[in-house]
C-alpha cells in the first residue's frame, strides 16, 4: 500500500479526532516537498543557496523556562521535581489551553500532522504525534524525530503522546497561573502537550525530551541524558558528551573519525545508549566550512534554518550576522552527517564521560580528569555560562549552574539521574573528564580568548585513544582538579589557567576563588541529599 493511501484512510478519522473543519486541508505525514510548498506560503519564508528551508519564529528566538508547566495530577504528582523548573497547573487550566489551541487548530485551512519516534531503540520508543498549523513546524520535527518506514506508518495506530502547537495564539493571561501570554504545558496523565504564544520550535524538541526524562527512569528505570554521544569506528569505544546550549555537544559530537549517535538527546540503559532523536539542532552562529564541514554540508535541502539573516539576492547565508538573534540554528536529519550511526544506537556502554563547560570567567583549565566523586559534584552542579541567544532574555554570557546539565528538562528531582549516573560509571568503570570550551587567559569581560576549537579536539583525540588518561597530572588549587601536564598538539601555556592569566597569580587567584564560592554557594540546596564524598569533591577554600 502507498503512504498516500495510508494516509487517505485515516484522514477522515484524524479530522473528526481531532474537531477539525469537515474542509480542511490536512497534509498527514507529507512529504518534504510538498512541506517546502507549503512553508514558502508562510510569513518571511524562503530557500538558501543551499537548498535549506528558511523560516523564522516570531517574537519568541528561543526557549521560555518561566512558561514550561506541568499539570498537577495524580498519576504523575509525586514523582515530579515541583520549583522553578516544573510549575503546577490545575488540570481546569490545562483544560482551558488545551480548548484554546483546539479551537486555532479549528479555524485553520491547513493543519499538519506528523507521526513519528522518540528513542531509536525498538523496545522503548515512544510514538509521537504532532499536530501544528505551520509546514515550518511540521518539517522541523520531521527532522528531529524519528522517521517511520512505510510498514510502521501503516500500523501506527494511536500515538503514546501528542502534541498540539498552537504557537500562533496566546494563552488566556486571566487563566489561573498564567503570567504571560506564553505556555508550555504538559500532561502525563492524558499523554499530552499543548503550545501557546510562541513560534520557536525548540519547545516541541525539548518538551518531548522533557517527557523522556520522566517516563524513561520511572517506567523503565533507563537514564535519560543531556548529552551527545559518539562511538569509535575501530575500537567501538562510546564515549557521552554532557553539556548545555553553547557548550559544543553537536559540534565536538560531529567528529569525521568517529560515528555520530546523536547531538543531544540519550538514554543510557542495561543494554547501552540509544538516541532519543531523529535529528540534530545546530547552532549557528559563525558556522563555517572549514571550522565545522559536516553540520556546514548538512545544511541543504530538507533542512530548516531558524532565524537566520541571508542575502536577498542569492540567497546566501550570512552565518556570522546575529542582528535576529544569537540563536540562529538548523536543524537535519542525522543521516545528512555522513559519520552518522544509523540506527542511532550503540550495544556498548560508554567508557568516557566528558563533562562540557563553556566558562566564560576563564578561570577552568581546558581539560581535567575527574573522580567519580568529581564527576557527580560537577554533574549535580552543571556549571556553565549560558550563551546568549539560547533562551529569551538572554543577550550576554552569563554564569549559571544547571543541575544535570539539562535542569530546564528536569521532570524528575535532580539526584535521581545523578544516582544513576554514578552507579553506572561505576559499574563501568568509565573515565570521566571536565572539558572548558569557554575562555582562556582572562574572562570574556577583560579580553580573554575562547579556546581554539583546534585544541578542544586534539584534546579529544588524546582522549579517545587512551594516552590522556595514562598523562602526569598536577592538582590545580582550590577546585583540587586533575590537570595533564603535556597532551600532543595543545600549547602547554594553556593547560594551566594559572600560566596563560594575562594580570598576574594574585588576580588569578581572586577569580578562582570567586568561582569556587558561587560553585559552594549553588551546591547547598543538594548538599542534605548527597553523600561525605561528594561534598567533599568539591572546592576547598
Known amino acids: 500500500m502507498s503512504p498516500s493511501k495510508i494516509y487517505d484512510?485515516?484522514?477522515?478519522?484524524?479530522?473528526?479526532?481531532?474537531?477539525?473543519?469537515?474542509?480542511?486541508?490536512?497534509?498527514?505525514?507529507?512529504?518534504?516537498?510538498?512541506?517546502?510548498?507549503?512553508?514558502?506560503?508562510?510569513?518571511?519564508?524562503?530557500?538558501?543557496?543551499?537548498?535549506?528551508?528558511?523560516?523564522?519564529?516570531?517574537?519568541?528566538?528561543?526557549?521560555?523556562p518561566k512558561d514550561k508547566r506541568i499539570v498537577d495530577?495524580?498519576?504523575?504528582?509525586?514523582?515530579?521535581?515541583?520549583?522553578?523548573?516544573?510549575?503546577?497547573?490545575?488540570?481546569?487550566?490545562?483544560?482551558?489551553?488545551?480548548?484554546?489551541?483546539?479551537?486555532?487548530?479549528?479555524?485553520?485551512e491547513k493543519v499538519f500532522i506528523v507521526d513519528a519516534f522518540a528513542g531509536w531503540d525498538?523496545?522503548?520508543?515512544?510514538?509521537?504525534?504532532?499536530?501544528?498549523?505551520?509546514?515550518?513546524?511540521?518539517?522541523?520535527?520531521?527532522?528531529?524525530?524519528?522517521?517511520?518506514?512505510?510498514?510502521?506508518?501503516?500500523?501506527?495506530?494511536?500515538?503514546?503522546?501528542?502534541i498540539y502547537n498552537a504557537g500562533e495564539f496566546p494563552a488566556n493571561i486571566y487563566t489561573e497561573g498564567m503570567t504571560s501570554s506564553t505556555s508550555v504545558e504538559i500532561n502525563f496523565k492524558e499523554m499530552e502537550m499543548v503550545i501557546l504564544g510562541t513560534e520557536y520550535a525548540g519547545e516541541m524538541k525539548k518538551g518531548i525530551f522533557t517527557v523522556m526524562f520522566y517516563l524513561m527512569p520511572v517506567n523503565h528505570n533507563i537514564?535519560?541524558?543531556?548529552?551527545?554521544?559518539?562511538?569509535?569506528?575501530?575500537?567501538?569505544?562510546?564515549?557521552?558528551?554532557?553539556?548545555?546550549?553553547?557548550?559544543?555537544k553537536t559540534t565536538l559530537s560531529a567528529d569525521p573519525h568517529r560515528l555520530l549517535i546523536g547531538d543531544d538527546e540519550h538514554c543510557w540503559s542495561n543494554e547501552g545508549v540509544f538516541n532519543i532523536e531523529g535529528g540534530c539542532y545546530a547552532k549557528c552562529l559563525n558556522l563555517s566550512g572549514e571550522k565545522e564541514p559536516e553540520i556546514?554540508?548538512?545544511?541543504?535541502?530538507?533542512?530548516?534554518?531558524?532565524?537566520?539573516?541571508?542575502?536577498?539576492?542569492?540567497?546566501?547565508?550570512?552565518?556570522?550576522?546575529?542582528?535576529?538573534?544569537?540563536?540562529?540554528?538548523?536543524?537535519y536529519p542525522i543521516e545528512y552527517i555522513p559519520s552518522a550511526k544509523i540506527p542511532c544506537y550503540a550495544d556498548k556502554h560508554p567508557k568516557n564521560i566528558i563533562l562540557l563547560t563553556c566558562d566564560a570567567s576563564g578561570v577552568l583549565p581546558p581539560v581535567s580528569k575527574l573522580t567519580n566523586a568529581q564527576v557527580m559534584y560537577h554533574f549535580i552542579s552543571g556549571y556553565t555560562s549560558k550563551m546568549a541567544g539560547t533562551e529569551d532574555g538572554i543577550t550576554e554570557p552569563e554564569a549559571t549552574f544547571s543541575a544535570c546539565f539539562g535542569q530546564p528538562f528536569l521532570a524528575l528531582h535532580p539526584m535521581k539521574y545523578a544516582q544513576m549516573l554514578s552507579d553506572k560509571?561505576?559499574?563501568?568503570?568509565?573515565?570521566?573528564?571536565?572539558?572548558?570550551?569557554?575562555?582562556?587567559?582572562?574572562?570574556?569581560?577583560?579580553?580573554?580568548?575562547?579556546?581554539?576549537?583546534?585544541?578542544?579536539?586534539?584534546?579529544?583525540?588524546?582522549?579517545?585513544?587512551?594516552?590522556?588518561?595514562?598523562?602526569?597530572?598536577e592538582t590545580f588549587p582550590v577546585f583540587g582538579l586533575q590537570i595533564p601536564k603535556n597532551v600532543k598538539n595543545v600549547p602547554?601555556?594553556?593547560?594551566?589557567?594559572?600560566?596563560?592569566?594575562?594580570?598576574?597569580?594574585?588576580?588569578?587567584?581572586?577569580?578562582?576563588?570567586?568561582?569556587?564560592?558561587?560553585?559552594?554557594?549553588?551546591?547547598?540546596?543538594?548538599?542534605s541529599e548527597s553523600t561525605k564524598e561528594v561534598i567533599a569533591a568539591g572546592p576547598k577554600f
Not at 542575502?311 to 550570512?318: A, F, P, Q
Open 296 to 331: 556546514f554540508d548538512a545544511i541543504k535541502f530538507g533542512s530548516v534554518l531558524e532565524n537566520i539573516i541571508y542575502d536577498s539576492e542569492t540567497r546566501i547565508v550570512d552565518y556570522n550576522d546575529a542582528s535576529i538573534t544569537e540563536n540562529t540554528r538548523c536543524a
Open 9 to 64: 484512510n485515516t484522514s477522515h478519522k484524524l479530522i473528526s479526532q481531532l474537531g477539525l473543519n469537515q474542509d480542511v486541508i490536512l497534509r498527514h505525514n507529507a512529504s518534504v516537498p510538498i512541506l517546502y510548498e507549503d512553508a514558502l506560503k508562510e510569513k518571511k519564508t524562503a530557500v538558501s543557496s543551499s537548498g535549506a528551508l528558511i523560516a523564522y519564529s516570531g517574537d519568541k528566538t528561543g526557549r521560555s
Open 223 to 248: 537514564l535519560t541524558l543531556h548529552s551527545s554521544a559518539n562511538q569509535g569506528i575501530e575500537e567501538e569505544d562510546v564515549s557521552l558528551f554532557f553539556g548545555l546550549s553553547g557548550t559544543g
Open 73 to 108: 495530577e495524580e498519576t504523575s504528582r509525586d514523582e515530579i521535581w515541583w520549583g522553578p523548573v516544573n510549575r503546577k497547573v490545575s488540570e481546569q487550566t490545562w483544560k482551558i489551553s488545551k480548548a484554546r489551541a483546539s479551537d486555532y487548530l479549528r479555524t485553520r
Open 492 to 527: 602547554k601555556e594553556i593547560l594551566n589557567p594559572a600560566r596563560n592569566w594575562v594580570d598576574g597569580e594574585a588576580k588569578f587567584m581572586k577569580e578562582v576563588n570567586q568561582l569556587a564560592f558561587k560553585f559552594s554557594e549553588n551546591f547547598v540546596k543538594y548538599s
Open 425 to 473: 560509571i561505576s559499574h563501568h568503570q568509565a573515565n570521566a573528564y571536565l572539558l572548558n570550551t569557554g575562555w582562556t587567559g582572562s574572562s570574556v569581560s577583560k579580553g580573554g580568548k575562547r579556546c581554539p576549537l583546534k585544541y578542544t579536539r586534539a584534546i579529544l583525540d588524546s582522549i579517545h585513544d587512551g594516552s590522556l588518561a595514562k598523562a602526569e597530572y
Open 122 to 162: 525498538p523496545k522503548y520508543r515512544l510514538k509521537i504525534r504532532v499536530v501544528c498549523a505551520r509546514a515550518y513546524h511540521a518539517l522541523f520535527m520531521r527532522n528531529m524525530l524519528i522517521k517511520p518506514t512505510e510498514e510502521e506508518l501503516e500500523n501506527f495506530g494511536e500515538p503514546d503522546f501528542t
